[in-house]
């Protein structure tokens, strides 16, 4: 069966490290992958975005990678704030069931705290 | 300004009865879409409308129905709420439907608990 893991539930790293999260994959063929970014009582917010053709995308402090050989994603923050400090969702981007409809599947998500 | 907004912010009921969502989004975008995050907070998509057209509809019961009366609105329906249901409800919105353009924008969610 299709499967989206965000490999740990949280991660608690010092503030100016890199904090790296991990999405893996199985069963799926996905077109793009997604990053979102989500604070407690809040919607998910849109970070980045990495086609199946790209190895890597980056954004001031942040870096995605996607490798579908080993059908997986890495998130990376450098020079990590307190104000990282959220929870992290990766979503893969398909078509939906024999239509030209884009669909996104949403891991767990990781839960990032900084400390200061 | 608000991009994409949803009333009421929490919603408390008894089991059985009915209530309704809604959503409104000013960005201009072509596609609306509702998920449901659990308790376990995975994030899932329930419907999804392109231009007041229903184009995704992921295996929910049909105590469940969304309308779109115009491209910028897209409300919930719910009857005969189930604990089950308690969650909280996303509205979001997209500027197309392809995968190069289905970059979400999400509201603020809509916190459901049905007693």
């Known amino acids: 069966s299709q499967k989206i893991e965000q490999n740990s539930e949280a991660l608690n790293i010092q503030e100016g490290k890199t904090a790296t999260l991990t999405c893996n994959y199985t069963?799926?063929?996905?077109?793009?992958l997604q990053w979102y970014r989500q604070d407690p009582g809040r919607g998910p917010v849109f970070l980045l975005l990495?086609?199946?053709?790209?190895k890597e995308k980056r954004k001031e402090r942040l870096k995605v990678t996607f490798d579908t050989t080993l059908k997986q994603s890495l998130f990376h923050i450098t020079a990590s704030q307190p104000a990282d400090s959220a929870t992290y969702l990766c979503?893969?981007?398909?078509?939906?069931?024999?239509?030209?409809?884009?669909?996104?599947?949403f891991g767990q998500g990781t839960i990032l705290t900084v400390h200061p | 300004d608000t991009a994409v907004s949803q009333t009421p912010k929490y919603l408390v009921t008894q089991m059985g009865n009915d209530k309704s969502i809604k959503c409104e989004q000013n960005?201009?975008?072509?596609?609306m879409y509702w998920y449901k995050q659990d308790s376990k907070k995975f994030l899932k998509i329930m419907f999804s409308?392109?231009?007041?057209?229903?184009?995704i509809n992921e295996t929910v019961p049909n105590r469940f129905s969304p309308k779109s009366p115009d491209k910028a609105h897209l409300n919930l329906h719910i009857n005969s709420l189930e604990l089950g249901d308690s969650a909280v409800y996303f509205c979001?919105?997209?500027?197309?439907?392809?995968?190069?353009?289905?970059?979400?924008?999400f509201g603020p969610g809509t916190r459901l608990t049905v007693l």
């Open positions: 990495i086609r199946e053709n790209e």
């Open positions: 979001a919105s997209s500027p197309g439907t392809g995968r190069r353009t289905n970059t979400q924008y």
């Open positions: 960005l201009g975008h072509d596609t």
């Open positions: 409308y392109n231009n007041k057209e229903l184009i």
């Open positions: 069963n799926y063929s996905p077109a793009y």
């Open positions: 979503a893969l981007v398909r078509n939906a069931g024999g239509t030209s409809y884009g669909k996104l599947t």
